[in-house]
């Protein structure tokens, strides 16, 4: 009969220096899935935890493109682990994407006449002001902003 392993996941050093912050973020996403969205149009469910996950995405990248003060085998941990959005963090490397709220923001096929979100635009070229995203209710995410 084969041996069943009972140990968890190995956690690379400097996992205790994270773990809080992550833990934290994990708590306030399932508070944000289970809230009642009574009242709130379909779409304006969904912000919190848009906005949970573009969180511990960027607190992720900072500490490690920023302030260097995780190592990669970590950050890679996080990556597969699912604590932030790989895809989100790849585009936020390219230049024009620095500020990105959400990946559907730039998906055309969601959008009328295939172009990207109203939040994409800068500010100073906007026809209204005050502006919120319908899909992640950001409220502006251009680089140039």
Not at 12 to 23: A, K, N, Q
Not at 42 to 70: G, M, T, V
Request: with cysteine.
């Amino acid at each position: 009969m084969p041996k069943i392993k009972t140990s968890g996941v190995k956690y690379p050093d400097g996992w205790e220096l994270i773990e809080p912050t992550l833990s934290e973020l994990h708590s306030k996403m399932r508070e944000a899935e289970n809230d009642p969205h009574d009242g709130k149009r379909k779409c304006e469910a969904l912000w919190p935890i848009f906005k949970i996950n573009h969180q511990r995405s960027r607190y992720l990248y900072d500490l490690y493109y920023n302030r260097k003060e995780i190592s990669q085998d970590l950050y890679e941990f996080c990556l597969d682990q699912g604590h932030a959005d790989r895809n989100l963090i790849a585009k936020w490397k390219k230049q024009g994407y620095e500020r990105l709220c959400c990946l559907r923001c730039i998906q055309t096929r969601d959008h009328n006449f295939a172009t990207t979100c109203v939040c994409r635009v800068p500010r100073h070229l906007r026809e209204e002001q005050v502006i919120e995203c319908v899909h992640c209710g950001c409220k502006g995410c251009a680089s140039g902003d």
